[in-house]
Nanobody
Framework: QVQLVESGGGSVQAGGSLRLSCAAS????????MGWFRQAPGKEREGVAA???????SYADSVKGRFTISKDNAENTLYLQMSSLKPEDTAMYYC???????????????????WGQGTQVTVSS
């Protein structure tokens, strides 16, 4: 059972930046596809970005060029650097871990076995 704990959310003005962190309870390098998802009120959970066990990255079109996913294997920590934030980025952000094959369809929520509790990001105009 992998425990995931997100942090780094908050309130910023449009154009600002935030860095989200996700601390994992065990080694995340060789087995897992790691992803960031978000869910706004009244909307479905959507994939934001994912990183494979080999470091390959994938992004939703809405965040390409603004968000960067990365991981520190030594610290078992996943990151999401968010820049040029927009009001439509406002949501609860979740970290997720799935078996490495999950990255083949990285935006599919059922592909991930473990989820964090979420961290709120609010962007004001």
């Amino acid at each position: 059972q992998v425990q995931l704990v997100e942090s780094g959310g908050g309130s910023v003005q449009a154009g600002g930046s935030l860095r989200l962190s996700c601390a994992a309870s065990e080694y995340i390098d060789s087995r897992y596809c790691m992803g960031w998802f978000r869910q706004a009120p009244g909307k479905e959970r959507e994939g934001v970005a994912a990183i494979s066990r080999t470091g390959g990255t994938s992004y939703a079109d809405s965040v390409k060029g603004r968000f960067t996913i990365s991981k520190d294997n030594a610290e078992n920590t996943l990151y999401l650097q968010m820049s040029s934030l927009k009001p439509e980025d406002t949501a609860m952000y979740y970290c997720a871990a799935g078996q490495y094959l999950a990255c083949a369809r990285w935006q599919a929520v059922p592909g991930y076995d473990y989820w964090g509790q979420g961290t709120q990001v609010t962007v004001s105009s």
